[in-house]
């Protein structure tokens, strides 16, 4: 199976790279015009059908792969590694990304399943689809040439075959785990369609805004998975890494969340480009940004530059990279330059208070906390660089610069739907801002009342002065939202006669794009509301004997037995605890913890009870190893359910926005032309 | 994985002080047509500005006393060392050979009164630069401070510039503010040709 996967590689190198060059020759012979023997229109499909096999080639490789864990073929260096016979079925394709070759292999096969569905769709627009298909196959000759090259996943073991496999690092051993890594690969991947996207028109100046569209659904479809991909990763670290939080600023997490906010602030500043024809060179960068940055982050974490506890792969391919980054940023840069007159904005905004400003203003805010993460991130490099000596740039230092910067965000989120395009009246101001207004001040006297005060004991607390502004933020964004729903739902009841409730679906139908996006806006208000939650964290740690109890929060902790059980893959130990709460007994809760076989590394499975307030979050940590008691950790978390609910929210707002809108009678639904004085939103279908 | 999220618990960041929110709310447009007085307008600002800068240094310059939490708080200021790369206070290792001694060593430190800098010069020492989970804001660390915050207000400052660029001469054409019937007009204007929906 292993000469089997190598030759696919081999295969599908040669076949993107004919890909890759039939498709610009042909480009080429198309724009000069010059005769030739084959027509150029024949050697592009040629090109498109080449990378369609290479999808072919490369899916047979990966199956050869996965194919070659199952059957515990240890004379694959890298099954070897990655896994052993006990392995559960589900984590054997855990393996596929565990490891350096494994995870280039899965970059490059969806890289090809997009392709394959972006050449599919090619009759959308054949010259686009050939020019955003030639710069695909570009970016996988480069995965392909380090998978044939530099870390080949079927490289042979020399020696001996061991009789097992080192088996899979414990922290991938769990459900979350099977999903969160092919998610976030879907979204970093994704980001190169949008890319060839964007430098494809540039190219070939491709006229009209047609383009833009297209690079927005990508954009989109790739932003949902890379959220999903990042939630996913947090919900997984809160519940087996075992310190009761959920994002600990570790470059990994980093390197996936700053092409989040650029692909954030593209997908807003997307709106301006095609409703005013403005920020199209911003939107090119954007686009280019956010694709440098996914291969930026595989640098950070594959090269070994910085250091992170669960960068799984690393090894010395960051040459390579270095290399393909350069080359994609020169390649921008030179398109740029000669096409820029192509990029000309037809309008410039009118007025500071105004829609454009305000997207304007998000999409600053959003960059700026991109280069607060990349800082913080690169800063121990350039410190040891200058001054040698490398420091830490932990949670302190990201909680400090970017919850302020994050608060500005939410404010912006609130502000931007609400004002008008090109500019607005103090009337319009004081009509579309008094709900809000007033839900924050009442959310701040709310705040107050439940016990959120940043002057606690004549001492100011920072924590719950972040989170009075985060709540009392979002209750007034909400607002915002709301209103805006409500508002466009009553024009739609008065006129169809229908209630409120059908009202408002079908204003969702008839604009799918903005509701959706309201949607995702009060999913991002639930997720702040969660994250703020954190500032009440309240923790106790104790060494607990039978019958020892342990009180946190409203809830009283007894220990009321420890069990033990073993079988082919892990040891593990566990605490019984009853959860007693106003002296009755509410549930029982079992954390675990451990010990793989093959590794011999423990690994923590959290026990967490869920409420809408807060979780209360137990961890066994093992035992004293001098007295011989469990040691139990008991954490309540305040509103982190809230997190996942938000999450749920974006999603939900994302299919929503990606769903075509309906076309309304128009005619019939317009607001009357005698009325002088409006209440109500226009009515939109469609964009 | 390092700590979670959190709004944080500690008071001391005078860094925050010295950049405050740029005043922003310029109008432009229609509201921009009116009367203009510099003079009081920058005046009104920078007393904005002095107030708010003051509210925030007074906030983030208090510290708290109590020594349990600021066991806790500092503990959460530091890393453990033993290379799991947590966060000093939530390191969940069993028989961790540095946590310990570490938190001995934090724990004595604030019982004999030390100050938060003379325990953190202990630590770094000690255990070297890294054992501070965010660098200290001295010397060439005092760029990472500063960095953010300032490109920040460079960018703020440049968009608002350039947006009040774009809009001059622009306004010339507005029409007095506060006419509500021109105001309506307007309104219905965007609402009938689209322009009003967004997204």
Redesign the interface.
């Given at each position: 199976m292993a000469t089997f996967g190598s030759f696919a590689l081999l295969i599908a190198l040669a076949l993107a790279a004919y890909n890759l060059l039939a498709g610009a020759l042909a480009l080429r012979l198309l724009a000069t015009g010059q005769p030739v023997a084959v027509s150029p229109e024949r050697l592009a499909d040629t090109a498109r059908r080449a990378g369609i096999a290479g999808f072919v080639a490369i899916s047979a490789a990966a199956f050869a792969l996965i194919w070659s864990v199952f059957t515990n073929d240890f004379s694959i260096a890298y099954i070897l590694e990655h896994s052993n016979r006990a392995l559960p079925g589900a984590y054997k394709f855990s393996a596929l990304w565990s490891g350096q070759e494994g995870s280039l292999l899965l970059w490059a096969w969806l890289l090809a399943t997009y392709g394959f569905v972006l050449r599919l769709t090619h009759k959308t627009d054949v010259k686009l689809y050939a020019y955003a298909g030639s710069i695909l196959a570009a970016i996988q000759v480069f995965f392909l040439l380090i998978l044939n090259f530099a870390a080949p996943p079927f490289a042979l073991f020399r020696g001996a075959i061991p009789a097992d496999g080192n088996g899979l690092n414990p922290l991938l051993q769990y459900p979350e785990m099977v999903i969160h890594p092919p998610m976030l690969y879907l979204g970093y991947v994704g980001f190169a369609v949008p890319f060839c996207f964007g430098l494809g028109p540039l190219m070939m100046r491709y006229p009209g805004e047609k383009w833009i569209k297209i690079t927005r659904t990508w954009t989109m479809v790739t932003w949902l998975f890379l959220t999903c991909g990042i939630f996913l990763g947090m919900h997984w670290?809160y519940a087996v890494?075992?310190?009761?939080?959920?994002?600990?600023?570790?470059p990994v997490e980093n390197a996936s969340f700053m092409p989040w906010l650029t692909g954030t602030a593209f997908l807003h500043s997307v709106?301006m480009q095609e409703k005013k024809g403005m920020m199209k060179s911003w939107n090119v960068w954007l686009v280019f940004s956010t694709f440098l940055l996914t291969m930026l982050g595989t640098l950070l974490t594959r090269a070994g530059l910085v250091?992170?506890?669960?960068a799984f792969a690393q090894s010395s391919i960051g040459t390579w990279f270095v290399i393909f980054m350069g080359l994609v940023l020169a390649v921008c840069i030179f398109t740029y330059i000669m096409q820029r007159d192509h990029l000309k904005a037809e309008h410039?905004?009118?007025?500071?208070?105004?829609?454009e400003?305000s997207f304007?203003?998000n999409n600053?805010?959003l960059?700026?906390a991109c280069?607060?993460i990349l800082?913080?991130t690169l800063?121990p490099v350039i410190?040891e660089y200058?001054?040698g000596?490398?420091?830490?740039?932990?949670?302190?230092?990201?909680?400090?610069?970017a919850?302020?910067?994050g608060l500005?965000l939410l404010f912006l989120t609130g502000v931007g739907?609400l004002l008008?395009?090109?500019?607005?009246?103090?009337?319009?101001i004081r009509r579309n801002f008094i709900l809000p207004v007033i839900t924050l001040w009442v959310a701040v006297i709310v705040c107050f009342a439940a016990g959120v005060n940043?002057m606690k004991?004549n001492?100011?607390?920072?924590?719950?002065?972040?989170?009075l502004i985060?709540f009392s933020l979002s209750a007034a964004v909400f607002a915002a939202i709301v209103s805006e729903f409500f508002r466009g739902a009553r024009v739609i009841s008065r006129q169809t006669h229908k209630d409120l409730f059908s009202s408002m679906y079908l204003l969702t139908r008839r604009?799918t794009?903005?509701?959706g996006?309201?949607l995702i806006h009060i999913g991002v208000v639930i997720v702040v509301i969660g994250?703020?939650g954190?500032?009440f964290?309240t923790s106790q740690e104790s060494e607990m004997t039978l019958h020892d109890r342990l009180v946190i929060g409203p809830y009283t902790l007894e220990q009321v037995g420890a069990t033990q059980d073993d079988n082919a893959n892990y040891g593990s130990e566990w605490a019984i605890l009853d959860v007693y709460k106003d002296g009755k007994k509410q549930f029982q809760m079992l954390p675990e913890k451990r010990v793989y076989h093959s590794t011999q590394q423990p690994q923590?499975m959290v026990a967490v009870h869920s409420l809408p307030w807060w979780d209360l979050y137990v961890?066994y940590?093992?035992?004293?190893?001098s007295t011989g008691q469990p040691?139990i950790?008991a954490i309540i978390n305040p509103l982190v359910g809230w997190i996942w609910f938000g999450v749920a929210f974006i999603v939900f707002g994302t299919v929503i926005a990606l769903v075509p809108s309906i076309t309304p009678i128009t005619a019939a639904l317009?607001?009357p032309?005698v009325?002088?004085?409006?209440t109500e939103?226009?009515?939109?279908g469609g964009? | 994985m390092g700590t979670l999220i959190q709004f944080p618990q500690r008071t001391e960041n005078t860094h925050m002080a010295s950049h405050p929110e740029r005043p922003q709310a310029k109008q432009g447009g229609v509201e921009g047509a009116a009367v203009r007085k510099p003079g009081k307008r920058l005046t009104f600002w920078l007393k904005t500005g002095q107030a708010l800068a003051l509210a925030v240094a007074v906030c983030f310059t208090l510290g708290a006393t109590d020594a349990g939490k600021r066991y806790i708080d500092m503990n959460h200021r530091l890393m453990c060392t033993c290379g799991c790369a947590e966060i000093l206070g939530e390191c969940n290792h069993v028989g961790c050979p540095n946590s310990t001694e570490e938190l001995d060593l934090l724990r004595s430190g604030i019982d004999a009164g030390d100050s938060d800098k003379k325990i953190f010069t202990t630590f770094a020492g000690k255990y070297g630069a890294t054992v501070l989970a965010a660098p200290p804001a001295e010397g060439f660390n005092l760029v990472a401070w500063i960095a953010p915050f300032a490109v920040f207000a460079a960018a703020l400052l440049g968009t608002i510039l350039l947006v009040r660029h774009w809009s001059i001469g622009k306004n010339e054409f507005a029409t007095e503010p506060g006419d509500p019937e021109m105001d309506a007009l307007r309104d219905r204007i965007r609402r009938e040709t689209g322009e009003e929906g967004g997204y």
């Open positions: 670290a890494l075992g310190w009761g939080g959920y994002w600990g600023w570790d709106m250091s992170s506890v669960h410039k905004i009118e007025s500071l208070v105004s829609r400003s304007l203003f600053l805010v960059l700026v280069f607060v800082w913080g800063f410190s200058v001054v000596n490398k420091v830490t740039m932990g949670a302190p230092w990201y909680n400090r610069v919850v302020p910067i500005f739907p008008p395009w090109r500019s607005t009246s103090l009337r319009a940043p004991d001492q100011f607390d920072t924590g719950n002065f972040y989170a985060a604009n794009r903005r509701y996006g309201y994250l703020a954190s500032a964290n923590t961890i940590e093992g035992t004293n190893p040691i950790k317009r607001v032309a009325r002088t004085v409006p939103p226009v009515l939109h964009d | -």
